[in-house]
């Protein structure tokens, strides 16, 4: 079974397929990078729709960062690493997980759809140059010394303050890993509409009385 997993206020799209039928009614629960790629938060409210897909034959790939690159065995990493996903969708970020580092890779390109099923298939697979990421730094940049040498006076007879030779410039830093930032257990919110379908019977696929839920 595959899906469209949509956000219904920005309409930002996504595809996967589906792991268990375990959740709670009106739940989902989904990997942080595919929150990432729809701009969700925990609790919102997303749109999951069934969907038919044809199958993938080609891939252009490109590396958030060329770390991925230099691994000897990158090629066989990504095709063990494919087999997690039953679906590829273009614009998308998806995420490795290699010998304790985290790699995301954007998916450029796709043959023949825009959003592929990579299910017992094979595909041919071309690499871009990679992104290069901002790093944690902190740069000194050196003043140009004054071409004046003597001392200044103020009118007031106080000292004058000695004029500082350099200064310290912070780029703006983007943090690689924010997902170590998420809530533990997530937040659940109330979606006044669903619960109001949920009570008059007009939920596909759910059976039974309608029981209150208080969060």
């Given at each position: 079974m595959l899906f469209e997993v949509s956000n219904p206020y920005t309409e930002k799209r996504t595809h996967s397929g589906v792991l268990e039928f375990i959740s709670d009614e009106g739940t989902c629960h989904m990997p942080y990078w595919m929150m990432q790629q729809l701009c969700l938060k925990e609790g919102d409210i997303v749109r999951v729709t069934s969907i038919s897909l044809p199958k993938g034959t080609f891939v252009k790939l490109k590396p958030?960062?060329?770390?991925f690159m230099e691994l000897s065995n990158h090629?066989?990493?990504l095709e063990t690493a494919l087999r997690n996903y039953a679906t590829l969708t273009i614009g998308d970020n998806i995420v490795i997980h290699?010998?304790?580092k985290t790699y995301e890779i954007k998916i450029v390109d796709l043959k023949p759809a825009f959003a592929c099923t990579i299910i017992e298939t094979d595909?041919?697979?071309?690499?871009?140059?990679?992104f290069e990421k901002?790093?944690?730094v902190e740069e000194i940049i050196?003043?140009?010394?004054?071409k004046f040498k003597g001392k200044g006076q103020r009118t007031d007879g106080k000292a004058c303050k000695n004029v500082k030779t350099e200064k310290?410039?912070?780029k703006i830093i983007e943090n690689p890993e924010p997902w170590k930032e998420k809530l533990v257990g997530g937040v659940r919110t109330k979606c006044a509409e669903y619960e109001d379908l949920l009570k008059?019977?007009?939920i596909p696929g759910i059976i039974g009385k309608f029981i209150e839920r208080k969060f």
């Amino acid at each position: 079974m595959l899906f469209e997993v949509s956000n219904p206020y920005t309409e930002k799209r996504t595809h996967s397929g589906v792991l268990e039928f375990i959740s709670d009614e009106g739940t989902c629960h989904m990997p942080y990078w595919m929150m990432q790629q729809l701009c969700l938060k925990e609790g919102d409210i997303v749109r999951v729709t069934s969907i038919s897909l044809p199958k993938g034959t080609f891939v252009k790939l490109k590396p958030c960062s060329k770390d991925f690159m230099e691994l000897s065995n990158h090629r066989t990493v990504l095709e063990t690493a494919l087999r997690n996903y039953a679906t590829l969708t273009i614009g998308d970020n998806i995420v490795i997980h290699y010998l304790g580092k985290t790699y995301e890779i954007k998916i450029v390109d796709l043959k023949p759809a825009f959003a592929c099923t990579i299910i017992e298939t094979d595909v041919e697979v071309e690499f871009e140059e990679p992104f290069e990421k901002v790093q944690y730094v902190e740069e000194i940049i050196p003043v140009e010394e004054s071409k004046f040498k003597g001392k200044g006076q103020r009118t007031d007879g106080k000292a004058c303050k000695n004029v500082k030779t350099e200064k310290v410039r912070q780029k703006i830093i983007e943090n690689p890993e924010p997902w170590k930032e998420k809530l533990v257990g997530g937040v659940r919110t109330k979606c006044a509409e669903y619960e109001d379908l949920l009570k008059k019977g007009r939920i596909p696929g759910i059976i039974g009385k309608f029981i209150e839920r208080k969060f």
